[in-house]
């Protein structure tokens, strides 16, 4: 077994949890988030020898990357639905989650993954725009665009903040 | 405010399942690495075979220069048939060796061009002569100066009723050292008949023609005159000043040859600037000959023209310009191969002639004989033999190369088309993937 391979399923097997919550918020679907995050690792494998240092940024980018590509090829073939499948009637606490599973699926893959990175990863605007290939100030105005969304869908989702 | 949407998040996405990851994912990913690594090596197989291709088709559609012949004009050893693909020389080529008709093709078709060789190189190039038509003249539909600076052919119908098919707008005279045209335009009712055109020296060219009587492609007849002659540097040629019975044996367009600016014709020989005319006396009185440049002997084809034949060569007994002179008896001379046409002289001693091996596969070539023991030596090789400038028989011989096969460039459009399109769909892939950043 080579060291590169020990590195890697060492990495995996700490951070494959961690690494399937961010790719389910992204996907918002189980079966996505895995298929999506066990994409992303093997795409990792061909580089893995020469990531220098910590490797999960390189994953964590891989992932939204991916997560992006997947939802264009895979637009024209899936239809979106408003309602949920689950009855979401009884707790408040569930009813505030499926809200926010819901209004997270209105938004451009792109946005969500703004969203993601930034308020659940904790990256910084330009660790966000590193990781998504694209420049602080489209952070910025992605960022914006999708919390204004999220907040004129599910009102429910007001005191969600004005801007970043 | 930001805490609150982190937790949310974070609950969300805490009540994602828990699951294990599948064992092997190293060894997809080294698989997938080997997949597109050998994808890589094949696009770039593929690309490196295309760039191969193109820069063959660039390489081969450049002229390709003879041995260097030091700018000295030369005789080729052989001539080759023009790929239809070939370019037009970029200007004046300068004198040439030869000049013949091939057909010519561009992108949306295909028509007779008039081609050149150039003298001090070699290189082939079609001639853009302005007004041409390629495809009139009874026998050659261009003619080349003796000294290769002039082209003389003939123009596109100019016509008052129906156009002959066969009709002619008069003729054009292309100077190779400048590249410009003189032109000679005649409009008749029907077109005029183009007989053909045989250069009487380096300056004085006879031009054998009529007036079609009929339009259309059925042929019909023609008046005839008398040819015309057309010194360089006059603006127009004149009617050649001979009898109705000189006129009457002139077939300028076929078996009639030239030499110091004399027509040869028997049993006449005319001076075509003067029309003096000198009848000759025991001498051949058919069929083509040929005068020796020291007006000495006059040789002709043993039999009929067309049918391959020996060498038959009479002594004059006086100078051909005017009058009546005598021959002595002919010496049938017999060469290594039969003659089938002359082309000029190599010396007073040595005629040019194209000559045709025996047998069904019959090859044709140029040869230089011995008008007085036969002896033969190959001028020009098999099997291509254009219009040569007869001066230039005498002229050291050179190697000669291949002229350039340019590709075929409706293919070379189907594939620029292919790469437009692969273009196309990659530019819009970009725009695709641009619009979707947006959203």
């Known amino acids: 077994v080579s060291a590169g391979r020990e590195d ?108 993601v990175l930034r308020y659940y990863e904790d990256l910084t605007e330009a660790q966000t725009a590193d990781a998504l290939g694209i420049a602080v100030g489209t952070v910025k105005s992605q960022a914006r665009d999708a919390l204004r969304r999220l907040r004129e869908e599910f009102p429910e989702l007001a005191d969600l903040p004005v801007s970043t | 405010m930001a805490t609150e949407l982190h937790d949310r998040l974070s609950e969300l996405a805490g009540h994602t399942p828990a699951a294990s990851p599948p064992p092997d994912l190293w060894r997809r990913g080294v698989r997938r690495r080997r997949v597109t690594l050998a994808g890589r090596v094949v696009m770039a197989a593929l ?65 007779e061009g008039l081609y050149g060789v150039t003298a001090s190189t070699g290189e082939y190039g079609f001639l853009d002569l302005p007004d041409a038509d390629p495809s009139l003249g009874e026998n050659e539909s261009v003619a080349v100066s003796p000294d290769g600076r002039y082209v003389a052919y003939w123009l596109r119908v100019r016509a008052t009723g129906k156009p002959n098919g066969s009709g002619a707008g008069g003729v054009g005279v292309y100077d190779t ?29 006879a031009i054998d023609h009529g007036a079609w009587q009929s339009g259309g492609h059925s042929g019909g007849g023609a008046t005839g005159a008398p040819p015309w002659v057309w010194v360089m540097g006059e603006p127009r040629p004149k009617a050649m000043s001979i009898s109705q019975t000189v006129w009457s044996m002139l077939d300028v367009g076929s078996t009639t040859t030239a030499q110091s600016g004399l027509l040869v014709s028997p049993p006449v020989v005319v001076d075509a600037r003067t029309g003096r005319a000198t009848t000759l006396g025991r001498g051949p009185n058919t069929g083509p000959a040929i005068l020796s440049p020291d007006t000495r002997h006059i040789v002709t084809l043993q039999g009929e023209r067309g049918n391959p034949s020996w060498l038959k060569v009479f002594t004059l007994r006086g100078v051909a310009r005017g009058g009546h002179v005598e021959a002595t008896e ?3 001379v017999r060469g290594d191969r039969r003659v089938y046409d002359f082309v ?9 002639a194209v000559t045709r091996t025996p047998g069904p596969d019959f090859r044709q070539q140029v040869d230089s004989i011995d008008i007085h023991s036969g002896a033969t030596e190959t001028l020009v090789g098999p099997d291509w033999v254009p219009e040569i400038a007869r001066d230039l028989l005498s002229a050291p011989s050179a190697h000669a190369h291949e002229p350039p096969r340019p590709w075929d460039r409706r293919d070379l459009a189907i594939w620029l088309t292919i790469v437009a399109g692969f273009g196309l769909l990659f530019a819009g892939g970009r725009l695709w993937s641009a619009r979707v950043r947006r959203t």
């Open chain 2, 344 to 352: 000029g002289w190599v010396d007073a001693d040595h005629v040019a």
């Open chain 2, 47 to 111: 690309l490196v075979a295309l760039v191969g291709v193109g820069g063959w088709t660039w390489h081969a559609a450049r002229p390709v220069q003879p041995a260097d012949t030091h700018g000295s004009p030369h005789l080729p050893d052989r001539f080759y048939e023009p790929s239809p693909w070939l370019p037009s020389f970029d200007g004046p080529p300068g004198q040439l060796v030869a000049v013949g008709a091939a057909p010519h093709k561009s992108l949306f078709h295909t028509r």
């Open chain 2, 330 to 332: 002919p010496r049938v």
């Open chain 1, 8 to 115: 890697f399923e060492a990495f995996v097997a700490a951070r494959y949890a961690a690494l399937l919550r961010t790719a389910y918020l992204l996907t918002g679907h189980e079966q996505d988030a895995e298929d999506l995050l066990q994409q992303s690792l093997v795409k990792a494998v061909a580089a893995w020898k020469r990531i220098d240092g910590d490797p999960e940024p390189y994953v964590r980018t891989i992932l939204v990357r991916q997560n992006v590509s997947r939802w264009r090829s895979r637009r024209w073939r899936e239809l979106t639905t408003d309602t949920l499948p689950e009855d979401a009637a009884a707790d408040p606490a569930i009813v505030d989650r499926m809200a926010l599973h819901r209004a997270l699926g209105v938004l451009a893959p792109r946005q969500r993954a703004v969203i």
């Open chain 2, 177 to 205: 050292s400048t590249g410009s045209s003189a032109l000679f335009d005649v409009t008749t009712r029907h077109g005029l008949y183009a007989g053909g055109l045989l250069w009487a020296d380096a300056t004085t060219l």
